[in-house]
C-alpha cells in the first residue's frame, strides 16, 4: 500500500509555470508507476500525465503534451509535474493516483487507480 500526499499547487497567471510534486510513503513508491489527474468544476477526472517506475516510459493528454513534463526522483520518493504555458483551462484540482500494486496503465482511466492524493488546486488566472 502506499500513500500520496500532492504540493505545490497555487494562482499563476496565463503563461506562467508551476512545479506539482507526489510525495508518496514507504519503500514500494519506487515501484509504483504513478499518475496525474486533473478535475475542473463540473467536469470528470481526466489523465494529464503517467510515468513508469522507472521512468522508462511516459504519456501525456494531447491538451498538455508540449507544455507539461512528468519525471521523477526515486532516492525522494516523488514525482514532479512540470507545467509551462498554462492556460486558464488548465485550471483545476491535481491529484496523483497510482493503480493496484503500482502496475502500469497504458491508458489510465480515473477507474484503474487504487490509490489517491487529496490533490493541490491549480488556478490559471490573471
Known amino acids: 500500500q502506499v500513500q500520496l500526499v500532492e504540493s505545490g499547487g497555487g494562482l499563476v497567471q496565463p503563461g506562467g509555470s508551476l512545479r506539482l510534486s507526489c510525495t508518496g510513503s514507504?519503500?514500494?513508491?519506487?515501484?509504483?508507476?504513478i499518475n496525474w489527474f486533473r478535475q475542473a468544476p463540473g467536469k470528470e477526472r481526466e489523465v494529464v500525465a503517467a510515468?513508469?517506475?522507472?521512468?522508462?516510459?511516459?504519456i501525456y493528454a494531447d491538451s498538455v503534451k508540449g507544455r507539461f513534463t512528468i519525471s521523477r526522483d526515486n532516492a525522494k520518493n516523488t514525482v514532479y509535474l512540470q507545467m509551462n504555458s498554462l492556460k486558464p483551462e488548465d485550471t483545476a484540482v491535481y491529484y496523483c493516483?497510482?493503480?493496484?500494486?503500482?502496475?502500469?496503465?497504458?491508458?489510465?482511466?480515473?477507474?484503474?487507480?487504487?490509490?489517491w492524493g487529496k490533490g493541490t488546486l491549480v488556478t490559471v488566472s490573471s
Open positions: 493516483g497510482a493503480a493496484s500494486m503500482g502496475r502500469w496503465v497504458p491508458q489510465p482511466n480515473h477507474d484503474d487507480m487504487s490509490y
Open positions: 514507504g519503500r514500494a513508491f519506487s515501484n509504483y508507476a
Open positions: 510515468i513508469r517506475w522507472n521512468s522508462y516510459n511516459s
